[in-house]
């Protein structure tokens, strides 16, 4: 069972710095009980209870710089008023290397979150981060579109995310980013975005302007976004 494996992963995880020289884990369970009615049943009078188990590992200094971290969340539901099979959804699993190249790079690999002005969501793919190039650095990341319903992650293998920016660090904390994104749904483009991101804060700290500009290529729409 789907949910049963990541679990077990989750767990074995925990496991790894037994097997490491002065590696860290730090481990956090919660458990919910959960009674509600569900106003689409056909029998909305009948009340439902789930038993949700949410699941936190982190595993850190896998190397001796310290360079090398996992961290993993998850959650596992199961309606015990119903025979609904054991359901679950994995938050994010991933390796995070960084200055995985003499402070000039960043990586992250597994289920991962990644955000850009033009794009954002969470995929089971790369992430990379070309930092420090004097003021400027460059991101690429892409794989699988990881969609989420409310007890579960849904999607195939055709939904995919992928994108790239361009951003500047400059005087008075000011940061600029040009960035591109696509999202796939069963291999065809639904989405084509070009996004300007900036925040700069010009007055000694007194106040941060900050802006977002997006644009769909695809249904040639925009949307813009300007805070003070």
């Known amino acids: 069972?789907?949910?049963?494996?990541?679990?077990?992963?989750?767990?074995?995880?925990?496991?790894?710095?037994?097997?490491?020289?002065?590696?860290?884990?730090?481990?956090?369970?919660?458990?919910?009980?959960?009674?509600?009615?569900?106003?689409l049943a056909a029998d909305k009078e009948k009340g439902l209870r789930d038993v949700a188990e949410y699941l936190r590992v982190n595993v850190t200094k896998l190397d001796k710089e310290g360079k090398m971290n996992v961290y993993a969340y998850g959650r596992a539901t199961k309606q015990v008023s119903t025979s609904q099979d054991l359901q679950g959804r994995l938050y994010y699993f991933y390796v995070d290397y960084?200055?995985?190249?003499?402070?000039?790079?960043?990586?992250?690999a597994g289920r991962t979150y990644v955000n850009a002005a033009a794009v954002s969501g969470t995929i089971d793919g790369l992430h990379m981060d070309l930092k420090n190039l004097g003021p400027m650095g460059v991101t690429v990341f892409g794989g699988r579109h990881v969609i989420f319903d409310d007890k579960r992650d849904t999607g195939t293998r055709g939904d995919a995310l992928t994108g790239m920016s361009v951003y500047l660090d400059t005087i008075k904390n000011t940061h600029v980013e040009v960035s591109y994104g696509?999202?796939?749904?069963?291999?065809?483009?639904a989405r084509e975005n070009l996004g300007l991101d900036f925040s700069t804060t010009p007055i000694g700290g007194i106040a941060n302007f900050y802006g977002r500009?997006?644009?769909?290529?695809?249904?040639?729409?925009?949307?813009?976004?300007?805070t003070v």
């Open 1 to 39: 069972m789907r949910v049963m494996k990541f679990l077990a992963i989750l767990m074995a995880l925990a496991c790894v710095p037994l097997l490491s020289h002065a590696a860290e884990v730090k481990l956090t369970s919660s458990t919910q009980y959960l009674w509600y009615q569900d106003i």
């Open 98 to 108: 960084r200055d995985a190249f003499t402070d000039h790079l960043d990586l992250r």
């Open 182 to 189: 696509r999202k796939y749904i069963d291999t065809d483009v």
């Open 213 to 226: 500009l997006k644009y769909d290529d695809l249904v040639k729409s925009q949307a813009a976004i300007l």
